[in-house]
């Protein structure tokens, strides 16, 4: 029942890459429809959910502008790229009968709705999910801003951040063998030992309003579902 569960409503952060897969750009959709199966079992589970998408899959503005774009032209591409992450995703959702919603913080008139904070809240109470897309609206975010931006404002309980990764470790797992995996840490503890976690602006919204930050690897089977419901997982940040 509802009131044994620790958390009423999470904001689920996606990279782009998570919807990759294997491949090394664009959408896998075996990939996208096992993540829209997950992410029915928690709406199953009576939590609410929103989500922030990113767009590393397709296009990134820093990327673009080494490559001689101009970076806001580039910034802006990054953000219409994770529209297209955000459509694919409500498509899976919703072949999976789960009701969902795209919100944009830029105008796509007859793609997807704006977004507006109160109308979010009534979705997701009513048990939709809502996907907000296009970052922040502004160049020189990241899609982590824009998840604990989102994640503030619809007063998420906690922030799951899905990753390839199992959590924050002491240093690169994949090049140091005596890493060590966090299974708890402190906003300043996260910060004082330089572990990237999130870029620093995003992180530290989060540690400013005392936003719960979960990162795990979203390739675990039934990791979401254990982060939803407040198991042990990964790796949890917090005051
Ligand atoms: N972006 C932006 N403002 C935002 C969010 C994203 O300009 O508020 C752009 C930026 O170019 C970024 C791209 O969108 O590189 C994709 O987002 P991100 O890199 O955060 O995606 P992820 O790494 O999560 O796939």
């Known amino acids: 029942t509802t009131d044994v569960l620790p958390y009423k409503r999470i904001l689920l952060k996606l990279s782009g890459e998570a919807l990759m897969g294997s491949e090394s750009f664009g959408i896998d959709p075996q990939v996208l429809d096992r993540l829209a199966e997950e992410i029915k079992d928690i709406i199953q589970a009576d939590i609410q959910v929103g989500i922030v998408i990113g767009g590393g899959n397709l296009f990134r503005g820093e990327k ?77 975010f990241t899609t982590d801003t824009a998840a604990c931006l989102r994640g503030i404002e619809i007063e998420a309980d906690l922030i799951c951040k899905a990753t390839k990764v199992d959590g924050v470790y002491s240093a690169d797992p994949n090049k140091y063998s005596d890493a060590v995996k966090y299974e708890s840490l402190t906003y300043e503890e996260a910060l004082h030992r330089q572990l990237a976690v999130m870029d620093l602006t995003a992180f530290c919204l989060a540690r400013d309003h005392q936003k719960k930050i979960r990162v795990f690897n979203m390739n675990n089977p039934g990791a979401l579902v254990r982060v939803a419901t407040g198991k042990q997982e990964g790796t949890i940040i917090e005051c």
Not at 80 to 96: F, K, P
């Open 64 to 140: 673009l502008a080494r490559a001689g774009m101009n970076r806001v032209a580039g910034d802006h591409m990054g953000m219409l790229a994770t529209v297209m992450n955000s459509l694919a995703l409500q498509d899976a959702l919703e072949r999976t009968g789960v009701e969902t919603r795209v919100m944009s913080a830029i105008s796509l008139t007859g793609v997807c709705e704006d977004y507006n904070r109160r109308f979010a809240m009534r979705f997701m109470e009513r048990g939709q999910v809502v996907i907000f897309c296009a970052g922040t609206g502004n160049p020189f």
